[in-house]
């Protein structure tokens, strides 16, 4: 099955009227998009590999900004403080719940995109070598 994406990094119609649009809406953009345009085909990396490349460059502004946004002051109520630690405690051990199923399935997506790949390429070879051994061989 052939896919071909909406916009892809080409000279296309769609292409062309966004960066146009992105140039007279704010400059940066239609920059933004000649770039995509031109060397978006050097981009092909996989969604995982995007976050994780997203998470090592803002990862520590995340949890800076995490931490600074921990409250440090007691409120003067011991009750309200045990309860408000431990209430922060569980949403953070919740969080690392979270983002440990957030790096599993994207293992998991991984792995079902290079079994499809490899099917492809396996379908691909077989077809070639079938059309090979039924003819003569070329040189």
Do not use: H
Request: charged share 35%.
């Amino acid at each position: 099955m052939n896919e071909t994406a909406l916009l892809r990094p080409a000279w296309t119609p769609l292409t062309i009227a966004l960066m146009v649009i992105g140039f007279v809406v704010f400059w940066p953009l239609g920059l933004v998009m000649l770039a995509y345009i031109i060397w978006g085909d050097r981009l092909n990396m996989s969604r995982g590999e995007w976050k994780r490349s997203a998470e090592r460059a803002f990862g520590s502004c995340k949890r800076n900004m995490r931490q600074a946004a921990e409250p440090m002051a007691s409120t003067g109520n011991a009750a309200f403080d045990e309860w408000r630690r431990s209430e922060m405690e569980r949403i953070e051990a919740e969080r690392r719940k979270l983002d440990e199923m957030r790096a599993e399935f994207d293992r998991y997506t991984d792995e079902l995109r290079k079994a499809r790949d490899r099917e492809e390429f396996d379908r691909f070879m077989r077809e070639r070598n079938n059309g090979n051994s039924g003819g003569t061989s070329q040189d």
